[in-house]
């Protein structure tokens, strides 16, 4: 059984651009929740999906977004980045929705100049 | 809303020494509670979860946590701990029958020689 995946491992972008990361889910689990870490703090819930569904939301704008696959990839996108948004950003995949055990993956740490 | 509270941001003990990490949630009927370890440049993993049944949980690497509800806490123990145990513990809460882990700030174990 392979665990849950992240790419890529660091990225550095500018105040303003794009930025897309990438999460790839244990093989049958429906679900991906993203967290974003600040440094020195406690994961913060971003966003759920279930089965290619957004499940639920976090206290984040809209400018952060999200896709799942059927293939248990997701991505999650920000745009109009922020100085504020530099941070671990970690993916974790469960078998349903609802409250079954995350399982994280390594992270992507994001820095915003 | 659940929240979560560790109050020691930094736990440094003697190896061999037994360790007490302090968890404390807000008062909800029902909640399942988690315990994450995070080395350095890390993911997230999990150590041991409540979700019901006994109230002693023994989890994976020598570690145990009791739910305690009158006192809404999730304290994690070790008995002897190793150099190898030095990391960043966290704890989660989630509100049986919602999607999302809410986090403590973390506590930051170290293990001295």
């Known amino acids: 059984e392979t665990g849950v995946t992240q790419s890529p491992t660091h990225l550095i972008k500018t105040r303003g651009q794009q930025v897309t990361l990438r999460c790839s889910s244990q093989?049958?689990?429906?679900?991906v929740s993203w967290y974003q870490q600040a440094l020195g703090q406690g994961p913060q819930f971003i966003f759920q999906y279930y089965r290619e569904e957004e499940n639920g939301r976090g206290n984040f704008p809209p400018r952060f977004s999200g896709l799942q696959f059927p293939n248990y990839s997701s991505e999650l996108n920000v745009n109009a980045l922020e100085l504020d948004d530099s941070a671990l950003y970690l993916c974790?995949?469960?078998?349903?929705?609802?409250?079954?055990?995350?399982?994280f993956g390594p992270g992507t740490r994001l820095t915003v100049l | 809303a659940q929240s979560v509270t560790q109050l020691d941001s930094q736990v440094p003990v003697f190896e061999e020494a037994p360790v007490e990490l302090r968890c404390n949630y807000s008062s909800s009927v029902s909640v399942y509670l988690f315990w994450y370890v995070q080395y350095p440049n890390q993911g997230l993993q999990l150590l041991l979860k409540?979700?019901?049944?006994?109230?002693l949980v023994k989890g994976i690497n020598g570690f145990e946590a009791e739910f305690n509800k009158s006192q809404t806490s999730f304290h994690l123990r070790k008995p002897s701990v190793h150099i190898s145990d030095t990391a960043e513990y966290f704890c989660a809460v989630s509100d049986q029958g919602t999607y999302k882990y809410i986090f403590g700030t973390g506590t930051r174990l170290k293990v001295l020689a």
């Open positions: 974790a995949s469960s078998l349903g929705s609802g409250t079954d055990t995350q399982y």
């Open positions: 409540y979700l019901s049944g006994s109230t």
């Open positions: 093989s049958g689990h429906n679900t």
